[in-house]
């Protein structure tokens, strides 16, 4: 009986181990597959925490982020951003994101919105990819094609 349990637990392991690692790919491919569909629009130059961003004559700095698809993104304000779930809220600090000289681009991926944000204290809108919050604008990875070859034209945001 002790050998069954074991062996019952080795396999857990081996398949949670296994799960991990699929999880990890899958993510990475799909943070790949947003990087080359960038690509073919501008020039992404890796960043420590951030990319920037030269499309159009002009340079932007582009976050990507996460978000699961049972989640909710909020932008509470231009520095801290919310996920939540029905078991929990995360908190982000966007503060050195939000204080970078340039204009931002927010690609979230793999859960395609709505996203909301605070307007003011008591409004709460959703966020449009053809539109700023702040001097953020928040894309779905699925609406790349179709937003970014058109971002302002070469014009400011």
Not at 50 to 73: C, D, G, P, S
């Amino acid at each position: 009986m002790r050998e069954i349990i074991i062996a019952l637990v080795i396999v857990v392991i081996i398949l949670l181990i296994t799960f991990i690692i699929f999880w990890k790919r899958y993510d990475n491919n799909l943070r790949n597959k947003i990087k080359e569909d960038l690509l073919k629009y501008g020039k992404l130059t890796n960043q420590k925490n951030y990319f920037l961003y030269e499309i159009n004559n002009q340079t932007y700095a582009l976050y990507i982020l996460r978000v699961n698809h049972q989640t909710k993104l909020t932008f509470n304000s231009k520095k801290i951003w919310e996920k939540s779930n029905k078991t929990n809220i995360k908190l982000i600090d966007m503060t050195n994101f939000s204080n970078l000289e340039y204009e931002k681009i927010v690609i979230v991926y793999p859960k395609v919105g709505p996203y909301l944000y605070y307007q003011d204290e008591n409004n709460l809108m959703f966020t449009n990819p053809d539109k700023n919050i702040w001097d953020l604008r928040v894309i779905s990875a699925d609406l790349i094609a179709q937003t970014i070859p058109n971002l302002n034209n070469g014009k400011k945001m």
